[in-house]
């Protein structure tokens, strides 16, 4: 290399240096932190000893009986399975709810596109935590729905729907928080797709069920995966819906690592739990980004 | 040539309006015209003047605001687009980029429930008939702006449609390419013998492609016609300026007939046939092309003078001024060569190319 390519090559480095040290500080800095708890030994009064030990991750899997045998215990597994089809129901149902809702947005108007659309980002304004007990009124006994339902005489006064703490309770609270990301997305991708490419459709013999599903699903489909990756990855993770409106009764990852560092002072196991949570997630971005490019290349 | 004169497309008294109160704008006004099956029909005029707003009207994509479409005596307007039997080539093609070039072509076939075979057969005949069917596998990307025009054509054709619209198909290709595809859609159409309806602002596409012409400005049709009509016999100013080069010449009548003589303001007095609802000493305007003016050496005292001298190759393009009149000439190389800037030169306007020209 030539000596005007290493200048070159080192004012790019002086350049990114603010994107390494935002990097380095508040991404790869705390993810190292998170390893290295999550192989240290625990310390029963919260944080760890400076000791290798591995049983965050085996107790993920194994429990120690009276015996001091090794035995097989499935009920992380069952919390982490649970918390993957949660996340995959609420992902589903935000899809389904948001993609006629940006198609919709996307129909409209100038003005009016910008009004709907600052409507869906309005939520984002007040604090989840606010909004998610708002919920517990709305479904809870007594609660806007039950008195709603008492009222025009679907229910009796005296009986309960026994909405709050149930895994519907808990999805209801997950789509409410996350759908709007679902939808910003698949309303940008809407935008870009060529009118004149539904008007071509539409010409050569396409029914409005054959727009969609022909035309519009399969030229969206970037915004589609993009906005169910930002649903579906908080939805893994998140704690305040399922504390709030399930109890706490059906444990999920986010409140299991929650209880782990907040409560059980087990702080190698939560971070171990953490880990999985995090090599889960990539290994559905890395699926997705090979599914993107193949789509980038076709398209 | 023969053209059956069954009516392909009846437009009557269709006006479009876009927008409403004040704000609305008048695309189209009370157009009146048919087009006869298995024609080259072609709508000219400047852009904005509502050509593809017609076009539109009878692909389905815009509501009419009044008046009636009709297509082999069927009404057309209250069906929406995918129930007509019309299909489109889009300007920019619109082709679908996440299917490949079989599938764009077979779109219209699947749509309509063919079975696959059919669909199969169907598609690889149209590709074939543009001559694509090596690029079948491809994607709409990764071909060039004359094969994505193949493509559109032949995804249009594909289901047969009753009529082909087509929206300035040509206006994105390169010059060469665009004189190649004239001829190659002039030849599709006859080979297929679907009636097209071809949109357009080039009065050179439409002189050599079209059976007939329509000339379309500020929303109304100003004359229909063929190419030989149009050319030579222009309804108005506005389609004598607009299709090729025009010289309109103020002149009083002093005579009318058959044989009627008008004067002219560049001093000449010509014998042209003036009907008889002008009386003499009416205000007229003659019309004639700059290759029907024939010149003269100067025998003394002539009124022109050569102002501006163009060579063209196969022809030379003269200004003239003529008495204080600016009168263009186009004219064989051999008949000019003796002529130079500044030169006195006489002028003719020949009885039968000269005519008088509505404002």
New interface residues.
């Given amino acids: 290399m030539n000596i005007q390519g290493e200048n070159k090559s080192r004012n790019n480095l002086i350049g990114l240096l603010p994107l390494w040290i935002v990097m380095g500080v508040f991404m790869i800095g705390p993810l190292i932190v998170m390893a290295f708890v999550s192989i240290m030994e625990s310390n029963s009064y919260g944080g760890i000893h400076l000791k290798f030990d591995l049983s965050g991750y085996r107790q993920i899997l194994f429990d120690t009986n009276l015996f001091d045998e090794m035995e097989f215990n499935p009920a992380y597994l069952i919390i982490i399975g649970r918390s993957f089809l949660l996340a995959v129901a609420a992902t589903i149902i935000s899809l389904i709810i948001g993609f006629p809702v940006a198609y919709y947005i996307s129909r409209q108007k100038d003005s009016v596109k910008n009004i709907l659309i600052f409507l869906v980002t309005i939520p984002f304004w007040t604090n989840l935590l606010i909004r998610t007990f708002a919920w517990i009124i709305i479904l809870g006994k007594d609660g806007v729905i039950e008195n709603s339902f008492g009222f025009i005489g679907i229910i009796d006064d005296d009986d309960s729907l026994n909405l709050m703490y149930t895994n519907t309770a808990i999805l209801i609270g997950l789509v409410y928080s996350y759908i709007p990301l679902m939808v910003l997305p698949i309303y940008s991708s809407m935008e870009k797709l060529d009118v004149r490419l539904i008007e071509a459709a539409s010409d050569l013999y396409s029914t409005r069920i054959n727009l969609i599903f022909k035309i519009i699903l399969p030229l969206t489909l970037p915004g589609i995966i993009g906005g169910s990756i930002l649903v579906f990855v908080p939805c893994l993770g998140a704690f305040i819906a399922p504390d709030l409106l399930g109890g706490g009764k059906k444990l999920l990852l986010g409140s299991l690592i929650q209880f782990q560092f907040a409560y059980a002072r087990n702080w190698p196991f939560g971070a171990a739990i953490a880990m999985v949570l995090l090599a889960l997630i990539v290994t559905i971005l890395y699926l997705n980004a090979r599914v993107n490019r193949r789509h980038e290349q076709n398209a | 040539m023969k053209i059956s004169k069954t009516n392909a497309i009846e437009v009557q008294n269709v006006t479009k309006v876009y927008g409403s109160g004040e704000s609305s704008v008048k695309a189209l006004d009370n157009a009146n015209l048919i087009i006869y099956d298995n024609e080259f029909f072609t709508l000219l005029g400047p852009s904005g003047c509502g050509k593809t707003t017609l076009l539109r009207l009878i692909?389905?994509?815009e509501d009419i605001t009044n008046g009636r479409i009709n297509l082999f005596n069927e009404e057309l307007i209250s069906l929406?687009?995918?129930?007509r039997p019309?299909?489109?080539v889009?300007q920019?093609y619109?082709?679908?980029?996440?299917l490949n070039v079989f599938e764009n072509v077979a779109?219209?076939l699947r749509?309509?429930d063919k079975d696959n075979d059919f669909v199969i057969k169907r598609s690889n005949e149209v590709l074939e008939l543009v001559q694509m069917q090596d690029y079948a596998f491809r994607?709409p990307?990764q071909l060039s702006g004359g094969q994505q025009q193949r493509i559109a054509l032949a995804?249009?054709l594909a289901?047969e449609p009753k009529v082909l619209l087509l929206d300035e198909p040509l206006s994105a290709l390169d010059l060469k390419l665009r004189q190649a595809m004239r001829v190659e859609l002039k030849t599709l159409q006859k080979e297929t013998g679907i009636t097209f309806v071809f949109v357009t602002h080039d009065q050179e596409e439409a002189l050599t492609m079209s059976d007939r012409i329509a000339v379309i400005n500020q929303g109304s049709i100003q004359q229909i016609g063929n190419p030989e009509e149009i050319y030579e016999k222009p309804s108005n100013q506005f389609v004598a300026n607009f299709i090729g080069e025009a010289n309109l010449i103020l002149g009083k009548c002093e005579k009318t007939g058959i044989n009627g003589i008008c004067k002219l303001q560049t001093g000449h007095k010509i014998s042209i046939n003036i009907p008889d609802k002008f009386n003499k000493g009416d205000n007229l305007t003659i019309f004639i092309r700059p290759e029907r003016i024939k010149i003269n050496k100067s025998k003394g005292s002539s009124l022109s003078q050569i102002q501006e001298f163009t060579y063209l190759g196969n022809a030379a393009h003269i200004e003239l001024l003529s008495n204080g009149v600016s009168v263009n000439a186009t004219l064989p190389i051999d008949k000019v060569k003796n002529f130079k800037k500044g030169d006195k030169i006489e002028i003719e306007f020949p009885k039968s190319f000269a005519q008088i020209i509505n404002t």
């Fill in positions: 692909a389905g994509f929406p687009p995918n129930k019309v299909n489109t889009f920019q619109a082709l679908f980029p996440h779109f219209g749509r309509l994607r990307n995804r249009a289901p």
